[in-house]
């Protein structure tokens, strides 16, 4: 089995105290095999985002496990590298000072750094862009950065928290093509929260599907489909639709519940 494991059980995260406890994240238990892909959908406040942010290790559990390849998660790790919305890129470095920014923590020499972040730079359609900051950058271009930083220090596993979710959808349509690419090419398990049904099916193998608040594992669908043909011929063929059609059945359950409490 290829590393990046992701194994969660009986997990629980409650903020506050005494009346004030709110619990967010409810129980929730399920696996990510190594290389494997996986989105996370579900109504706006059923804790996807907590949940992705346990697994970081940036939050720690109320009750329950998470491990990594068998190694329970007690904070962040280079095994793992997220990637937020909002770009988080350091708006006082270059795009290549950004992408080395990890590599430096990592202590790799000078000439290494340069070369690796150049081949992630190139990867993801950046060159030419190296001494750019990111004021000087579009949105898309600015995540980009943010992957390519992510991807440079080799991570096992990509923690994706709605990447694409503030572009517009051609540009959202051409950074989903690019992190396919990019999965195939390199193979790193992928744990991604979205809230857009169609882009959950189209990128991933499994989608989970979340209840609303406090967010609880309603089911997990396997997405059998032939990535090879071009993205019309995808979101077209029987076997897209028809799980597109059953991710909004049971999404639909849970916000149609959320409108009559």
Request: charged residues 30%.
């Amino acid at each position: 089995m290829p590393d990046g494991h992701v194994t969660v059980s009986n997990l629980v995260k409650t903020y506050g105290s005494g009346s004030e406890r709110t619990k967010a994240i409810d129980d929730v238990s399920f696996e990510v095999d190594g290389g494997e892909f996986l989105s996370v959908v579900g109504p706006s406040g059923c804790g996807k985002s907590t949940l992705l942010y346990l697994i970081a290790g940036f939050l720690e559990p109320t009750s329950g496990k998470i491990a990594v390849d068998g190694t329970p998660v007690d904070g962040p790790g280079t095994d793992r590298g997220v990637v937020f919305q909002d770009y988080a890129l350091f708006p006082w470095r270059t795009v290549m000072q950004n992408v080395t920014y990890g590599l430096e923590e990592q202590d790799m020499p000078d000439e290494e750094q340069q070369a690796t972040a150049q081949r992630f730079i190139d990867m993801m359609g950046l060159d030419g862009f190296e001494d750019k900051y990111p004021k000087e950058l579009s949105g898309g271009m600015k995540q980009r950065v943010a992957l390519a930083r992510t991807l440079a220090y080799d991570p096992q596993i990509l923690l994706m928290d709605e990447p694409f979710g503030a572009l517009d959808q051609p540009l959202r349509e051409a950074l989903q093509d690019n992190l396919l690419d990019i999965w195939r090419d390199i193979g790193k398990t992928i744990i991604f929260i979205t809230h857009d049904v169609e882009e959950s099916v189209y990128l991933s193998e499994k989608v989970m599907i979340m209840t609303q608040h406090p967010g609880k594992k309603k089911a997990v669908l396997d997405i059998d489909i032939d990535r090879t043909r071009d993205r019309e011929a995808i979101i077209t063929s029987d076997e897209y639709v028809e799980r597109r059609n059953e991710v909004w059945r049971l999404l639909h359950e849970e916000t149609e519940q959320s409108q009559h409490l």
